[in-house]
């Protein structure tokens, strides 16, 4: 059986394969790099992390980025697991996850040690799949991680050991869900709910991913990027992408 950490490493090093072949890509991904920037406090004290880097590129956009992931290679800073993070309390500005959120089996145990390191007022960034209509089509049909659309998400974990999973986790909806609905919102009562936002990126579906092959030519990425801003007016239709910011509330500790 291959384990979580093989699973995702695997899938890191052929991400990388294509990001060298994609140029399309990379200018995409750029896009998406200044949207998670933009969302970061830098006016915070504390270290700005990024959990599950993957192939470290937000370094394109946040030079001091410390970049993390639950293995080494050599582009990643320092190896870290979302449920006990080396950091000490209220030593974290920003945390960002990018494309991670949806690996995470037990959110509530992840949120709650998010919180332990966060400072005041600190902010974690996340960057998800969004379940618009072409969401669900492009990541029900082709992507090869589930949606999970209808199944149970469990909050907390129940004994600690069970974190060392011998299963890969993804749920591809679980952002939506937990955000984009008032069913869980008792849950997120220690946070601030800075921005919840679904857009549109049809360019980033029609290129493929890193996985499957791209439908257009390089030089039609500005036509596609330029439809992505007009189809944000129906997230409900062509959300694909799900941008949440979510802010550790003044009063709240981390015991």
């Known amino acids: 059986m291959t384990l979580p950490e093989e ?5 890191i090093h052929e991400n990388l394969k294509s990001w060298k ?3 399309v890509l990379q200018k995409i991904y750029l896009s998406f790099y200044n949207s998670i920037a933009s969302y970061v406090n830098q006016e915070i004290k504390g270290e700005i992390v990024e959990l599950g880097s993957g192939i470290g590129n937000l370094k394109m956009v946040l030079p001091k980025v410390i970049c ?15 449920y006990s993070l080396s950091f000490k309390d209220e030593s974290v500005s920003n945390l960002i996850l990018f494309d991670v959120f949806h690996h995470l089996k037990y959110p509530g145990t992840a949120l709650k040690e998010f ?14 799949p969004a379940l618009g209509l072409l969401g669900y089509i492009a990541y029900g049909l082709i992507h090869h991680e589930p949606i999970a659309r209808f199944k149970k ?3 907390f974990v129940n004994n600690k050991s069970d974190l060392v999973d011998s ?18 919102k008792d849950l997120l009562s220690d946070w601030n709910i800075i921005k919840v936002k679904k857009i549109s990126s049809l360019s980033y579906i029609l290129s493929g991913g890193y996985s499957k092959k791209q439908l257009y030519p390089n030089k039609f990425l500005p036509v596609f990027m330029f439809f992505d801003k007009m189809l944000n007016i129906l997230p ?12 550790k509330k003044e009063n709240t500790t981390s015991s």
């Open 7 to 11: 699973q995702h490493n695997i899938e």
């Open 21 to 23: 072949k994609k140029p």
């Open 68 to 82: 993390t992931d639950i293995f080494k290679n050599p582009w990643i800073d320092q190896v870290e697991n979302a």
């Open 115 to 128: 919180q332990r390191a966060l400072n005041k007022n600190g902010r974690v960034v996340i960057f998800e």
């Open 153 to 155: 998400i469990l909050w």
């Open 167 to 184: 299963e890969y986790y993804a749920a591809q909806g679980n952002a939506t869900r937990i955000f984009c609905s008032s069913k869980y």
């Open 236 to 247: 409900i239709i062509f959300a694909t992408r799900l941008i949440v910011v979510i802010e």
